[in-house]
């Protein structure tokens, strides 16, 4: 079973448009993540949940808005897409806000032409 | 702040060769230290940790050693293998804190 998976694996997309991507972990846990990995490989935290409440929320784009249906999902949406957002987008979960272990979802590769 | 520095890559070895990849870190207190690894076209995957000084953190036939003294948390392994070409990342968490990842180093090994 996969622990923590994403959707789509792929999007290609216009610059202007306005795309989801969507994560679910079946682990139990508490605490979720979003990151964006550019084309050197640099990991950037960008949001956190914990209990579906934001708790990290780094200096984002307000293009760029997390939503937590439930602790079991944290999805990303974002408006408006430039070419700068091109990166894999990494979803990752952690047992609670005070564990340290992340597990990582296999990233979302969003090409905006 | 806490931040972490690992060396630039990428980093070419031969099959057996023997792998450093150096980490230093800068935390206030007692951090936590790991490496992830990310094989191509996946997510990060925990290799190892360390929670306390001295300790050593040991998988896959990779080590590293929580030093305080010196602030550092190499990686190491005796002899590398084509399928652990990847990029490694040095990590802290102080205090439960988010995870800090270094910059990355891109392993290749060739047969």
């Known amino acids: 079973d996969t622990a923590v998976s994403q959707t789509p694996k792929y999007l290609v997309t216009q610059m202007g448009n306005d795309k989801s991507i969507k994560c679910e972990q079946n682990?139990?846990?508490?605490?979720m993540y979003w990151y964006k990995q550019d084309s050197k490989k640099f990991l950037k935290i960008m949001f956190s949940?914990?209990?579906?409440?934001?708790?990290i929320n780094e200096t984002v784009p307000n293009r760029f808005s997390p939503k937590s249906p439930d602790k079991a999902h944290l999805n990303l949406h974002i408006n408006s897409l430039e070419l700068g957002d091109s990166a894999v987008y990494f979803c990752a979960s952690q047992r609670g806000a005070l564990e340290n272990e992340q597990f990582f979802g296999p990233g979302t590769r969003l090409t905006v032409l | 702040g806490n931040s972490v520095t690992q060396m630039e890559g990428p980093v070419t070895l031969s099959e057996e060769a023997f792998l450093t990849i150096n980490c230093t870190y800068t935390a206030t207190g007692y951090p936590s230290l790991f490496w992830y690894v990310q094989y191509p076209g996946e997510g990060l995957q925990l290799l190892l940790k360390?929670?306390?000084?001295?300790d050593k953190g040991s998988n896959k036939g990779f080590e590293a050693t929580y030093r305080k003294e010196t602030t550092s948390f190499h990686l190491e392994k005796g002899s590398v293998q084509v399928s652990d070409s990847a990029v490694y990342f040095c990590?802290?968490?102080?205090?439960?804190?988010?995870?800090?990842f270094g910059a990355g180093t891109i392993l290749r090994v060739k047969s």
């Open positions: 682990l139990g846990h508490d605490t």
């Open positions: 360390a929670t306390k000084a001295d």
């Open positions: 949940y914990n209990n579906k409440e934001l708790i």
């Open positions: 990590a802290l968490s102080a205090y439960g804190n988010k995870l800090v």
